[in-house]
């Protein structure tokens, strides 16, 4: 059954590697930080709410579960400004999303204080289109309507793959019309509303 990312599911995950790894946070972000620098490629560039920081570490490792490689600022360019817009800031990550296959939206009930999400948001959209809302929600929901100009974009659940018995990422425009992560990154506009 489709089902959308939950709170809880991200801090226990983010949780899980802190006690398997058996080091403190920041061992364990160096460790992620010097593996992403050695690319110049990702699948997604994750936008998020700094306040979410726990949050986006569980979704980073979810996706990476799933053999993505994913841009976090914070954890691949720790030396940007996240207090204030500057034109460094916005020069790196507009080379990281040039870098990126689609751009994540990771909303949280954090996201609408951000600076940032929407300029990304737009600033992908504008170039590549591969944009879909990553929904984090409180409690258990199969479904996703969006908010304002964000019910636009598909969102993204888990699901178990038919066959395989293995979760996989889901991209969706409706209950009834979607396609596997993949598949969508592909060719993105086929579940643009």
Do not use: C
């Not at 990281?96 to 929407?118: A, D, I």
């Amino acid at each position: 059954m489709m089902a959308l990312l939950t709170e809880q599911r991200l801090r226990a995950r983010a949780q899980r590697e802190f006690q398997r790894s058996y080091k403190p946070a920041p061992q364990r972000l160096n460790e992620a930080v010097a593996a992403a620098s050695r690319t110049d490629h990702f699948d997604v560039f994750l936008s998020h709410s700094i306040k979410d920081a726990e949050l986006v570490d569980g979704a980073r490792l979810e996706l990476e579960d799933k053999g993505l490689v994913v841009y976090v600022d914070w954890i691949v360019d720790a030396q940007l400004s996240r207090e204030s817009v500057t034109p460094d800031t916005a020069r790196v990550l507009r080379t990281r999303m040039l870098q990126s296959e689609s751009l994540l939206y990771m909303h949280t009930e954090n996201s609408p204080s951000s600076k940032w999400m929407p300029w990304e948001l737009g600033f992908f959209d504008g170039r590549k289109g591969a944009v879909a809302i990553l929904p984090v929600v409180k409690r258990p929901a199969s479904t996703f309507a969006g908010q304002e100009y964000l019910g636009i974009y598909p969102y993204v659940d888990a699901d178990m793959a038919v066959g395989s018995g293995r979760e996989e990422l889901r991209v969706n425009k409706s209950i009834y019309e979607y396609s596997s992560f993949q598949s969508w990154k592909s060719d993105p506009g086929k579940l643009r509303r």
